[in-house]
């Protein structure tokens, strides 16, 4: 895999691990957390959550600028890690009142904002060696899949860790409790003889007589197991600094010698303030036009950043800065839309999906059990695949029949129904991610070869019209079931709760728009960006992505106020919209990856 690619690309690979390994806890339980540990409704936990992952990339664009101005690239990345350790062990700290737990969850976004944007920038800046630079996209899909190996064991080891302090106490996960143990708590719940039946089908300890008791037990316990998870986040994170350390010489090292073309970027007071004029403007613009003031200062700080941009490049640079401008206002849609994974598709994996499957579909939600799997999958293509050694597809042909035996142990031996927890579709993403890399890559190695292949701006509109595809999935999955504005707070009835393959049919989908999107955007920014707004180009690919996460609160917003299937019509139209823009100006974008 890392064939013909410098020995750096490694080093990359593995200290992102550990970000992505905390990235996707977040993900998977954060707005879980939230609502279990404080009882804050879906707007709420949604602005919580918007709002770490708009700071998580704003602050790369801080990140960049710093990079950019120093030249301490690695430097700037090794404090990024230590301060993101920080934040983790933080959040695994039990018993915070919830303005400790946003601080310690903005800690986490400055040490993101210091290492993400610059990891990336030090990986463009490997392939601007003419030796490698036709690699660059290959490169960055590489990198990609990579860091997904550590986001896809953080659902499963969250998970884990949570129900193993609930069985410790007593207890056994039921997502839909904590809701309904604080409206015990408040008075607010009615059917009291129900929730009775609830409580004693998860205690170990027989059944429940005092519900007050039991509510504040349970909610007590269920968020501890979070804080626990968030101490494994934190571990990840300490693997990952170590490899930094022992190996970040193998990375570029921009701060010892920079280009004699670079030209500074001049400090002007009337730039700054035209930056800072232009913020204000649009920010209370949209402020007295929708009233939302998180979502005015997100877009006052992409307008500044725009009009610095655009000020700041000389007449040379000015095409490709607009041209990258451009792709950023398709990105924000994209992650407007993308992120919902670990907001309202998360709500609805733990409220509209089954609790229970069959063996077979189990095999997906165990940890062991899809490891089997994906070997015995793993083993199969080993053995069909002709450019392999004959040994090698002999210990294909080994992990196939052993690992498919195992499967099927797994499979025929287990209960004929199985809990499944809703954290656990975040590992679906990632998954989908290290499986379809491969496949990806070599259909556009199988187009190059042919002439065919698409250009990088094509690929970023074709990604968007995949990911209309995923939203539809999920509108077709959400025509039947009784919406939360129609429940009122009320459990939602079994019958509205659907198969999890409309979920996971769901991640498919966008995961694959995510492998023609993310990472080729990345490398459009790392090919068309001048050479001294590396770092500041990448921070503001991240700035436009952390507006996209900033109106991630469309969806918690209007989760409880449209019908299911109108909610996910909205980024439906999002994408496909994005992609008409995209394909406006494609030759625009096509004449400078030329």
């Given at each position: ?47 919580i ?38 934040g ?75 129900d ?16 309904l ?102 920010g ?73 499957v ?6 997906f ?71 379809l ?71 498919l ?7 023609f ?21 990448q ?23 449209l ?32």
């Amino acid at each position: 895999m890392f064939k013909n690619h410098p020995k750096g690309l490694i080093v990359a690979f593995f200290a992102n691990m550990g970000e992505r390994f905390g990235f996707y806890t977040m993900m998977a339980i954060l707005v879980l957390f939230l609502q279990a540990k404080y009882g804050v409704n879906a707007e709420t936990a949604g602005s919580i959550y918007s709002s770490f992952y708009f700071a998580i990339y704003a602050l790369a664009l801080l990140g960049g600028i710093i990079a950019d101005a120093t030249k301490k690239y690695k430097t700037v990345i090794l404090s990024g890690i230590i301060i993101m350790f920080i934040g983790y062990l933080l959040m695994a700290i039990p018993g915070m009142p919830l303005s400790m737990t946003v601080i310690f969850l903005f800690t986490i976004a400055l040490g993101n904002g210091l290492f993400k944007g610059n990891l990336q920038a030090v990986v463009g800046q490997m392939y601007d060696n003419p030796k490698y630079e036709k690699l660059r996209d290959k490169a960055y899909l590489i990198f990609y899949m990579g860091i997904n190996v550590g986001a896809f064991f953080a659902p499963f080891a969250a998970t884990a860790v949570r129900d193993w302090w609930l069985k410790t106490n007593g207890f056994v996960h039921d997502g839909s409790l904590p809701a309904l143990c604080h409206q015990v708590i408040s008075g607010k719940l009615t059917h009291s003889t129900q929730f009775a039946e609830l409580a004693s089908s998860v205690s170990l300890n027989g059944p429940i007589t005092d519900i007050n008791k039991f509510a504040q037990d349970y909610i007590d316990v269920f968020s501890k197991g979070y804080n626990y998870a968030f101490a494994v986040a934190a571990g990840a994170m300490l693997v990952s600094l170590l490899v930094y350390i022992l190996f970040s010489k193998l990375l570029p090292n921009k701060e010892v010698t920079t280009s004699a073309k670079e030209v500074k970027v001049e400090k002007s007071f009337k730039k700054i303030g035209i930056s800072l004029g232009t913020i204000l403007v649009v920010g209370f613009a949209i402020f007295f036009a929708f009233g939302n003031a998180d979502i005015a200062f997100a877009f006052g700080l992409f307008a500044g950043f725009v009009a610095w941009m655009m000020q700041a490049s000389t007449k040379e640079e000015l095409p490709r800065v607009t041209a990258l401008l451009l792709v950023f206002v398709v990105v924000i849609f994209f992650w407007m839309s993308f992120h919902q994974n670990g907001l309202t598709q998360t709500m609805f994996a733990r409220d509209y999906t089954v609790k229970t499957v069959g063996p077979f579909t189990y095999l997906f939600f165990n940890l062991w059990y899809i490891l089997a799997f994906i070997g015995t999958v793993a083993g199969l293509v080993m053995v069909l695949s002709k450019k392999l050694k004959k040994q090698m597809r002999i210990l294909g042909g080994v992990l196939f029949a052993g690992l498919g035996f195992l499967t099927y142990i797994f499979y025929s031996h287990g209960d004929p129904q199985h809990s499944i927890a809703p954290e656990i579709f975040q590992s679906f993403n990632p998954l989908f991610i290290v499986s379809l890399t491969f496949l990806v890559m070599g259909l556009f190695t199988w187009l190059a070869n042919r002439g065919k292949e698409p250009s990088t701006p094509k690929k970023i509109g074709i990604g968007m019209i995949i990911a209309s595809f995923g939203f539809l999935i999920m509108l077709v999955a959400s025509l039947d079931v009784v919406s939360p504005v129609q429940l009122q707070g009320e459990a939602v009835p079994d019958t509205s709760r659907v198969s999890p393959y409309w979920l996971m049919s769901s991640y498919l989908v966008l995961t694959i728009a995510e492998l023609f999107l993310s990472p080729m955007g990345l490398s459009f920014v790392s090919k068309v960006s001048p050479i001294r707004f590396q770092g500041l180009m990448q921070g503001g690919w991240l700035l436009a992505t952390a507006v996209g996460n900033k109106l991630l609160g469309i969806g918690s917003y209007f989760w409880d106020r449209l019908e299911l299937w109108q909610l996910w019509a909205i980024f439906v139209i999002c994408c496909l919209a994005s992609a008409a823009f995209i394909f406006s100006i494609m030759k625009r974008l096509e004449r400078l990856t030329k």
